[in-house]
């Protein structure tokens, strides 16, 4: 009986597919699965067809419905495995599947793809503009080298015509896997030895034979990472049927690099756009750190309880529910940790107030005193510079640094200041409560001389941490080799907070990594998300420099978005609702659904309407509810960790985003105005980021000044 392996690029599209398609691919594949060989190749229904001026003489394709067919790789050895790589209109099918060629990788035994047509149509083009280049980008390895190191003879030819690590770039899509990760690393200055050690001996299955094989059961068996091989009907449906959950913590090669390192001497930091799969690189590296030793005790964290709840889940499917491995790593918020550690160590429970609370203390503590500035600034002014800088008394506030606040301040009027929030903070002991970043910086000192709880310390979404949260972060683990693992994206930066890792003792120089391919979103959405960021500047996750989306692109392609404005709310609304059927009616599972906006109230609209039009609707408030049947609404700043197949953004008008009452006016603070602006625009830009396939934004009125010109 034949068996059926899944290979990644079929996970890629799968999710895609409109719902008739899906179910003609269950249905073909337990066909497939029930047929002797000898049926298989006579039976009419599935039409298993050679693919004429094929690259890889393997090429087959079979019939999934009148209008797409299935592309599968189908030995030639005698063994009894099949590979299905892809699904695509008829036509398309087979021209995809003519370009494609498969092969064993030499030094990883694994298989590995490449677009072998469009490789020879370029590398020529190359090697012309590489005759005149005064330097190669790889010529300081010899070939010798570069084979031992798993790089075929059509990749050793490109290889050869590239002058640096952008024309790298170019040819990536068209690459074997292994072979680009090794020349990535390479290109990055890393040693043959490095390379063979965190790229080929990783992936190199132990029991691997000696010399390479072709065998197509043995290769696909040796490449078990990113293929995966179906052994009876019960497990099919359960792959196919819920094929994002099975592969969602599937690590990519761009991340592999990064997860896997044998060990790094400090912290490191991973940036990159959203999709790129930071935390599933956070999550790999958990289990990496667990396999080194049996004592090795690990904090991953994140910023919110939904990002930690996930976090916790996905934890979980990579480490396959083992309870041991699960019992060394705490998988919590940051605040709750600090939380936590203070309560422990202290004997006592803080009572932290929430910023609607802390926003009246700052109100209370200006009128009762009649200070000459606004609660707003006197609030920014104790998280930036009193809190941010740990300044625990006036003479050290009087020497502070106030870089990043756009208003002076003498002597005098810091005095000022200075009472304002020692008032704040008496108000707070009156009450018997404190807040949560005074929590963090009690936690800190509490750790402080004490032997550190954990041997690492993993961060998702670390660019809105305060800086306060950092020093916890910090005392947690024993500075040295693999202390800290960091990752973050700045453009998705939606709180204030501004950080210098350095001067926290967290200095990640040599050990920063960007990820660029965006395995999640269509290439159309994040083209037009790119351009909500184009016209600004960020700043770079560790505090210093700026951060680029530069190269950042995705692989897979769809529909451009849905840019539409109304003339009244209630236009707007009632458009949203005939989106979501039609969303519906196509095929999409009202879960596969999100809502969001600014506010709550154009979410009461929007799930009144989508109920009363019989849609089940449920609101994410804190994290998504599983199981729970209905389109997901949720406002843009709880959007955060969450992707859907389609996502409606509303509401995106002129006074809404930004919001005005979120911005500091510029006369009062210039440089506090332009990063409250950024902070909105960023908070856009997750929004709509959270859609995998379908994006559409709208507004009624006048169009919010950060949206794209329409074209």
């Known amino acids: 009986m034949p068996r059926l392996a899944f290979a990644q690029s079929f996970w890629d599209g799968y999710d895609m597919l409109e719902k008739p398609v899906r179910a003609g691919v269950r249905k073909a594949m337990g066909k497939f699965q029930a047929l002797s060989a000898a049926e298989l190749n006579a039976d009419k229904g ?54 494609r060629l498969y092969s064993a990788n030499s030094a990883t035994r694994a298989l590995e793809v490449r677009d072998a047509a469009a490789l020879d149509a370029l590398t020529p083009l190359y090697e012309t503009a590489a005759a005149q280049a005064p330097t190669l980008l790889f010529a300081h390895v010899s070939d010798g080298t570069l084979r031992e190191l798993g790089i075929d003879d059509q990749v050793l030819r490109a290889a050869r015509s590239l002058v640096d690590k952008a024309q790298l770039e170019a040819f990536s899509t068209l690459l074997p896997e292994d072979q680009l990760e090794v020349l990535q690393y390479l290109a990055e200055g890393f040693g043959p030895d490095e390379v063979y050690r965190d790229v080929v001996a990783v992936r190199r299955p132990a029991d691997a034979p000696a010399e390479p094989v072709e065998d197509l059961a043995t290769v696909i068996a040796n490449t078990s990472a990113r293929i995966r091989l179906v052994t009876g ?157 740990d300044i625990r008394d006036l003479d050290a506030y009087l020497g502070a640094s106030r870089r990043g606040r756009g208003t002076g301040m003498g002597p005098a009027r810091r005095r000022e200041a200075w009472s304002g929030v020692a008032r704040f903070e008496q108000l707070l002991r009156d009450r018997g409560e404190t807040t949560h970043l005074r929590v963090c910086a009690r936690a800190a000192e509490l750790l402080a001389g004490a032997p ?82 184009a016209p600004v500047t960020v700043g770079a996750l560790e505090g210093e420099g700026t951060d680029s989306l530069t190269g950042y ?72 509810i599983p199981g729970a049947p209905g389109v997901r609404l949720a406002t843009m700043h709880a959007m955060k960790g969450l992707e859907f ?39 856009l830009f997750v929004a709509c980021t959270r859609a995998r396939e379908s994006l559409s934004v709208t507004w009624s009125g006048t169009p919010s000044p950060f949206l794209p010109p329409l074209t």
């Open 233 to 389: 009907p019960e497990e099919l449906a359960e792959v196919l049927e819920k094929p994002f959950d099975a592969w969602r913590v599937f690590l990519h090669p761009s991340q592999r690099r990064v997860a896997y390192r044998t060990s790094y001497a400090g912290p490191v930091q991973v940036t990159g756009g959203p999709g790129t799969g930071k935390t599933v690189a956070a999550l790999h590296r958990v289990k990496h750190l667990l396999g080194r030793g049996a004592d090795s005790r690990i904090l991953l964290t994140t910023y919110t309880n939904a990002l930690a709840a996930g976090l916790r889940d996905m934890l979980g499917l990579l480490l396959d529910g083992d309870e041991e491995l699960l019992s060394r790593v705490d998988v919590t918020t940051v605040d709750a940790y600090a939380n936590g550690v203070v309560r422990t160590r202290s004997g006592t429970a803080p009572r932290p107030i929430g910023d609607r609370e802390q926003r009246q203390l700052w109100e209370k503590a200006v009128k009762q005193l009649d200070l000459p500035f606004t609660s707003r600034f006197l609030a920014q002014e104790y998280r930036h510079i009193v809190l941010g800088q």
């Open 46 to 99: 599935l039409h298993l067809e050679s693919v004429v001026n094929a690259r890889d003489a393997r090429m087959r394709t079979i019939r999934i419905t009148d209008f797409w067919r299935g592309v599968v790789l189908a030995p030639d050895d005698g063994s009894d495995v099949f590979l299905l790589v892809n699904v695509l209109p008829h036509d398309d099918a087979y021209t995809w599947a003519a370009k």
């Open 553 to 624: 692109r995705s692989l897979l392609h769809g529909r451009r978005p849905q840019v539409q404005g109304y003339g009244t709310r209630q236009e707007e609304t009632d458009a949203l609702v005939d989106r979501v059927q039609a969303l519906l009616a196509g095929g999409l599972a009202p879960h596969e659904i999100g809502v969001c906006a600014r506010f709550n109230l154009s979410l009461d609209a929007a799930e009144e309407k989508l109920r009363a039009s019989g849609v089940p609707a449920v609101r994410v408030k804190g994290q998504v």
């Open 645 to 683: 197949r389609a996502v409606s953004v509303l509401g995106v008008g002129e006074g809404s985003v930004p919001f005005a009452r979120e911005v500091t006016p510029r006369e009062a603070d210039p440089l506090q105005h332009e990063a409250d602006l950024l902070r909105e625009r960023c908070l």
């Open 452 to 533: 550190a709880p954990y041997t690492h310390v993993v961060v998702d979404e670390a660019q809105d941490l305060h800086p306060a949260q950092w020093r916890v972060l910090r005392a947690a683990a024993a500075p040295g080799p693999d202390d800290m693992f960091v990752t973050g994206d700045p453009h998705q930066r939606i709180y204030d907070s501004r950080v210098s890792l350095g001067s926290l003792g967290i200095a990640t120089v040599g050990r920063s990594h960007r990820l660029r391919v965006n395995y999640r979103s269509t290439e159309e959405i994040l083209a037009w998300s790119a351009r909500l960021l």
